[in-house]
């Protein structure tokens, strides 16, 4: 089951999580993946191509000194904060 932490208030969700710890890996995924969508949306259809060439522009821009990206103490404390929301 879930830490007590994080286990949900409502008695159908606590049900749905217990029900769904009990499948396969390769289902819970699936199960997971479709969650994931319903509250972020469809993925983006940006290929990894497309991915990659962004991080080498970038990683190119910081080694040019162009760019000296974020301290990770200010991403970490950024990233935190979006989650608590």
Same mark, same amino acid.
């Given at each position: ?28 995924? *699936?199960? +997971? ?7 972020? &949306?469809? $993925?983006?259809?940006?290929?990894? @191509? %497309?991915? /990659? #060439?962004?991080?080498?522009? *970038?990683? +190119? ?7 000296? &990206?974020? $301290?990770?103490?200010?991403?970490? @404390? %950024?990233? /935190? #904060?979006?989650?608590?929301?």
């Amino acid at each position: 089951m879930t830490s007590k932490a994080r286990e949900p208030n409502d008695p159908t969700a606590r049900t749905l999580v217990a029900q769904a710890l009990r499948l396969s890996e390769s289902e819970r995924v *699936r199960v +997971a993946a479709e969650l994931l969508e319903s509250v972020q &949306g469809p $993925p983006d259809d940006v290929s990894d @191509d %497309e991915w /990659l #060439a962004e991080v080498n522009r *970038r990683a +190119a821009s910081v080694r040019r000194g162009e760019s000296g &990206g974020e $301290p990770w103490s200010l991403v970490r @404390d %950024e990233l /935190l #904060a979006e989650l608590k929301k």
